[in-house]
């Protein structure tokens, strides 16, 4: 049980006057015996780790780890995932909403925050804290049930949790989920639909239901709730990778393209975001795309030489042939020493019917490694395309 009057309250928010401006509002009201400050998500989580906190009220916007992924952290972890907490933002758009709701925020208030607001929503938080509802107790135990791959008892409870909160969708989409993973995909499927049919808003039914019908390789379905959740909770970056993947087996290259741009801007890293959807990308109907994304990062970064190799592959595979020879002639030069680099340029004079200037590329190859086997058939391709 947690006292109101003598919790320990972890304050979490990278400006320090914000920080002691809670503590001095918490003070008013009467909640609170000891006070801890964090600034980034990293120090909450360390501070979380190491001290008996009872609350944790934090900002979303924070440098370094912002409250998203802080929040997605702790409730993955199961010694903190039940700790109450009560996300502040100066943002309240539907978008970071729905993101920290994913992972079960237990309250959420727009700045400009006020005595008034904070002793409602802490009043409420921690009630619900000391005394869960029905649904919530037997959501738990399914949870735990599940960890004690008692799936069964799982089930069992995630239909108590249905009962209870007839008309939530998160307990039938919790039932679906463990359907699912009891192996009764047919049964899992219909909880899943009616939970995404009943809620509108529930951005992980409709994920789930995405995922669902990718294993099932219906990537029609599977792009339309996967759609649907993106744009409920557009920020969801892993969800976003998913549903462009998805849309790349559905040949829907220039929807894909759209989505990935729009990661890249609601990334905190974007350079990184770019690599990771250029690697994604690389060999399909998007590698200009890919090729595209590697050049900013090089632009972004002159030292990292060795791209020019996966531009000049990217810019093959979308049939630019006259970029693709510069970037690996680029590439070789760079990295003298890598065989298949020589091979990949010979690759592409053979592509062009120039065998001579591929022969040049093997010959280089082979003074590396005359064994090479690779090198030697391609070479033996050249003779053959150059004799009379």
Known sequence: MIDPQTMTVLICDDMITMCRSIHKMMKVIGFGKAFHYAHNGKEALSALRKKGIDLLLMDYNMPVMNGGETLAQ?????????????????????????????????????????????????????????????????????????????????????????????????????????????????????????????????????????????????????????????????????????????????????????????????SDDSQKTKEQIAELCLGTGTSAYAAELFESILANNPKRKELFHKIGMAWKVAGRTSEALSNLGKAEQHDPEDIGIKIDLAKSFIDLEKPILAERALKRALRIDPEHNQAQKLMKDCIAMDAP
């Open 74 to 266: 702790i409730r993955e972890d199961r010694l903190l995932r039940d700790l109450p907490v009560l996300m502040i933002s100066a943002n309240a758009s539907t978008e970071y909403v729905a993101e920290v709701a994913e992972t079960d925020i237990d309250g959420f208030i727009a700045k400009p925050l006020t005595v008034k607001v904070l002793e409602q929503k802490l009043t409420l938080v921690v009630d619900n804290a000391n005394n869960p509802p029905p649904v919530t107790k037997h959501l738990k135990n399914a949870r735990d049930c599940e960890e004690d791959d008692d799936l069964p008892g799982a089930i069992r409870d995630a239909r108590l949790a249905v009962e209870a909160a007839p008309h939530s969708s998160k307990p039938l989409r919790e039932l679906g989920y463990y359907y699912l993973k009891n192996g009764a995909p047919e049964s899992a499927e219909k909880m899943l639909l009616k939970a995404a049919k009943m809620n509108d808003l529930d951005v992980v039914a409709f994920h789930q239901l995405g995922e669902f019908y990718i294993e099932k390789k219906d990537y029609e379905k599977a792009q339309y709730y996967l759609e649907k959740a993106m744009k409920i909770s557009p920020r969801h970056l892993a969800r976003g990778f998913q549903f462009g993947k998805t849309l790349i087996q559905l040949q829907e290259n220039k929807k894909a393209v759209e989505v990935f741009d729009s990661i890249i801007k609601l």
